[in-house]
């Protein structure tokens, strides 16, 4: 053996001065050449603060969403939180229905929200009518057009909406007149018995090549788009066909502009214009680019996390932690005496060695993440006692202290192993569990604290023992026998 421990000596020096340096708060990072990888702690809504939102399907009960449908959902969802600008956000599938969505570090949430859930439907409809006055009074209203499920029509509710008449406009390639003006929008649909008008689309937003936020020479944002070739032939032909009418711009059902066609447009780029903040025009443009959901969703829970309660939450966290790991030691310590404070090197080794995994992996430190990590060192510790007791069975039997050493670890590896199998299996399970139906905090609960237990392994068998033989050789335990706590 004690040729084994030396020669794990070296690699567990370098692991030492290699994890001390990750765990610096201050370290550079990874730069080799063209690869740059940044090294810091990832911290969940609960920690640093954040929006928590769970979305379900809004559709009746007895109609069936497939899992193609909520992974399509799932997928524009995740490129619209990423288009926001949203760091480590979590998108995940929660059971059959719903989709659990975390945002830390949001600063709007009704924006995201509104953002996350929004349909994004783009139809470049026929409103039907060569009557300014009639188009002008669809202008922000609600309509129903042939293309999907109809929707009752009903008048605009928000009147701060920056899609009101005179806030927005669509223009072609300098081609088309917005009928934007002061009157008010009225609709006479769905009053009484009279059924709503149903509107023609020419097409809708997937032929959208692109859509982005681009400003013009007075800075005024707006959001530019380009139509693919199959979109640019439809809307040369129809415009070709209709000069002198209007074509409405619609933007889930609702008419955000109806501007008059002057003459064919064939190139298939335009613009959407009006009274956007630069927040409002990139929110609308995610829409756009990122297309439409393949099923309507709402909110069925929404919990914002304010980052002062993060914080705290944080800094309470650590000194949890902190006194968690000194209890331990102490008592490492106090009842084992001197392989009690070599096992406690080996400790600080193993949170050390753990805390750098958390920031290379990287994991979402979240509070059940780190209930999971203090966990876990109870976990390290269980191992070196096995050893200890099996050690001090072997020298109260006049064993050798080097023999007693080995033969500790040898006759306590099976209980080990059993024992950390067996919370490896359990981790497997609530980790599946957390995956499948949305719980986040099963999910960071049982990966922080798997990754401990397999830290606290390689601890317990490899550096403790290298430490023990490396103090204990050579030393009479009849001597000194009080410092084992024989």
Same mark, same amino acid.
Request: charged share 15%; glycine share 10%; proline share 5%.
């Given at each position: 053996? *004690?040729?084994?421990?030396?020669?794990?000596?070296?690699?567990?020096?370098?692991?030492?001065a290699?994890?001390?340096?990750?765990?610096?708060?201050?370290?550079?990072?990874?730069?080799?050449?063209?690869?740059h #990888?940044?090294? *810091?702690?990832?911290?969940?809504?609960?920690?640093?603060?954040g929006?928590?939102?769970?979305?379900?399907?809004? !559709?009746?009960?007895?109609?069936?969403?497939?899992?193609?449908?909520?992974?399509?959902?799932?997928?524009i969802?995740?490129?619209? !939180?990423?288009?926001?600008?949203?760091?480590?956000?979590?998108?995940?599938?929660?059971?059959?229905?719903?989709?659990?969505?975390?945002?830390? $570090?949001?600063?709007?949430?009704?924006?995201?929200?509104?953002?996350?859930?929004?349909?994004?439907l783009?139809?470049?409809?026929?409103?039907?009518?060569?009557?300014?006055?009639?188009?002008?009074?669809?202008?922000?209203?609600?309509?129903? @057009?042939?293309?999907?499920?109809?929707?009752?029509?009903?008048?605009?509710?928000?009147?701060?909406?920056?899609?009101?008449?005179?806030?927005?406009?669509?223009?072609?390639?300098?081609?088309?007149?917005?009928?934007? $003006?002061?009157?008010?929008?009225?609709?006479?649909? $769905?009053?009484?018995? =009279?059924?709503? @008008?149903?509107?023609?689309?020419?097409?809708?937003?997937?032929?959208l090549?692109?859509? +982005?936020?681009n %400003?013009?020479?007075?800075?005024v944002?707006?959001?530019?788009?380009?139509?693919?070739?199959?979109?640019?032939?439809?809307?040369?032909?129809?415009?070709?066909?209709?000069?002198?009418?209007?074509?409405?711009?619609?933007?889930?059902?609702?008419?955000?502009?109806?501007? *008059?066609?002057?003459?064919?447009?064939?190139? +298939? =780029?335009?613009?959407? @214009?009006?009274?956007?903040?630069?927040?409002?025009?990139?929110?609308?443009?995610?829409?756009?680019?990122?297309?439409?959901?393949?099923?309507?969703? *709402?909110?069925?829970?929404?919990?914002?996390?304010?980052? =002062?309660?993060?914080?705290?939450?944080? #800094?309470?966290?650590?000194?949890?932690?902190?006194?968690?790991?000194?209890?331990?030691?102490?008592?490492?310590?106090?009842?084992?005496?001197?392989?009690?404070?070599?096992?406690?090197?080996?400790?600080?080794?193993?949170?050390?060695?753990?805390?750098?995994?958390?920031?290379l992996?990287?994991?979402?430190? @979240?509070?059940?993440?780190i209930?999971?990590?203090?966990?876990?060192? +109870?976990?390290?510790?269980?191992?070196?006692?096995?050893?200890?007791? #099996?050690?001090?069975?072997?020298? #109260?039997?006049?064993?050798?202290?080097?023999?007693?050493?080995?033969? +500790?670890?040898?006759?306590?590896?099976?209980?080990?192993?059993?024992?950390?199998?067996?919370?490896?299996?359990?981790?497997?399970?609530l980790?599946?569990?957390?995956? %499948?139906?949305?719980?986040?905090? !099963?999910?960071?609960?049982?990966? =922080?604290?798997?990754?401990?237990?397999?830290?606290?392994?390689?601890?317990a068998?490899?550096?403790?023992?290298?430490?023990?033989?490396? !103090?204990?050789?050579?030393? $009479?335990?009849?001597?000194?026998?009080?410092?084992?706590?024989?």
């Amino acid at each position: 053996m *004690r040729a084994n421990y030396r020669r794990w000596l070296i690699p567990i020096v370098i692991l030492i001065a290699g994890v001390v340096w990750v765990v610096l708060p201050t370290n550079p990072g990874i730069n080799i050449g063209t690869f740059h #990888r940044s090294i *810091r702690v990832v911290r969940g809504l609960d920690l640093q603060g954040g929006l928590r939102v769970l979305l379900e399907a809004d !559709v009746p009960a007895a109609q069936e969403v497939t899992g193609e449908q909520l992974s399509t959902a799932r997928s524009i969802i995740e490129n619209r !939180v990423n288009g926001l600008g949203v760091s480590e956000p979590l998108i995940q599938i929660a059971g059959n229905r719903r989709i659990l969505v975390e945002l830390p $570090g949001v600063g709007d949430p009704e924006q995201a929200v509104s953002a996350i859930k929004e349909t994004g439907l783009l139809e470049f409809v026929d409103p039907g009518t060569t009557n300014q006055a009639e188009v002008i009074a669809l202008e922000g209203q609600v309509i129903t @057009t042939d293309f999907g499920e109809a929707q009752a029509s009903e008048p605009a509710t928000n009147p701060e909406s920056s899609t009101t008449p005179e806030a927005v406009q669509l223009t072609v390639e300098g081609t088309v007149q917005s009928t934007t $003006g002061s009157a008010t929008p009225t609709s006479e649909a $769905g009053l009484g018995a =009279t059924p709503p @008008t149903v509107y023609h689309t020419v097409m809708t937003g997937a032929v959208l090549k692109t859509a +982005g936020v681009n %400003t013009d020479q007075t800075g005024v944002p707006y959001v530019a788009f380009d139509l693919t070739s199959e979109g640019s032939a439809l809307f040369g032909d129809y415009t070709t066909a209709h000069v002198g009418e209007f074509l409405a711009i619609v933007l889930d059902k609702r008419v955000i502009s109806a501007p *008059r066609i002057q003459e064919p447009i064939t190139t +298939g =780029t335009g613009s959407i @214009t009006g009274t956007f903040t630069v927040a409002e025009a990139n929110a609308l443009a995610v829409q756009l680019r990122y297309g439409a959901l393949p099923i309507p969703l *709402r909110v069925v829970e929404s919990k914002s996390v304010g980052p =002062t309660l993060g914080q705290d939450s944080l #800094r309470k966290s650590t000194i949890a932690g902190i006194v968690g790991l000194a209890v331990v030691i102490l008592f490492m310590a106090l009842y084992y005496r001197l392989p009690g404070l070599v096992a406690d090197l080996a400790l600080l080794v193993y949170a050390l060695t753990t805390f750098a995994l958390f920031k290379l992996i990287p994991v979402t430190l @979240t509070l059940p993440g780190i209930a999971g990590f203090v966990l876990s060192i +109870g976990v390290a510790v269980d191992a070196n006692i096995l050893i200890f007791e #099996r050690m001090k069975e072997e020298l #109260r039997s006049r064993r050798p202290l080097v023999q007693a050493i080995d033969l +500790g670890f040898a006759r306590a590896w099976p209980s080990i192993r059993d024992s950390n199998l067996s919370t490896l299996i359990t981790c497997l399970i609530l980790y599946w569990f957390g995956s %499948t139906f949305g719980a986040s905090i !099963v999910k960071g609960f049982a990966l =922080t604290l798997a990754i401990g237990v397999g830290v606290s392994l390689f601890t317990a068998i490899t550096v403790t023992r290298a430490f023990l033989h490396l !103090v204990l050789d050579g030393l $009479g335990v009849g001597e000194h026998s009080r410092w084992f706590g024989v």
